[in-house]
C-alpha cells in the first residue's frame, strides 16, 4: 500500500486490522496453552514445575496486556 501511494488513512485502518487479528491469535494461543501445557505441568508436575508454569504464565499474562 505504501509503494503504491495509498492514502495514509486507508494504510493506519489496514494497520489495525492485522493488529486485532494478531491480538485475536494471541487470545487463541494463550487459551490454548493454559488449557493443556499450563494445566498440565501444574496438575502432573512437581512443585518446581509446577512453580516454573507459574512464571511462565505471569510473564506471558504481563506481555499480553502491555
Not at 486507508?10 to 487470545?27: K, N
Not at 501444574?42 to 502491555?66: C, F, K, S
Amino acid at each position: 500500500m505504501v509503494e503504491d501511494e495509498r492514502y495514509c488513512a486507508d494504510i493506519i485502518v489496514q494497520i489495525a486490522s492485522v493488529q486485532e487479528a494478531l491480538r485475536g491469535v494471541s487470545r487463541s494461543l494463550m487459551q490454548n496453552h493454559l488449557r493443556h501445557c499450563a494445566t498440565e505441568a501444574i496438575r502432573n508436575g512437581g512443585v518446581e514445575q509446577a512453580t516454573a508454569q507459574y512464571e511462565e504464565l505471569l510473564e506471558l499474562i504481563y506481555r499480553h496486556l502491555r
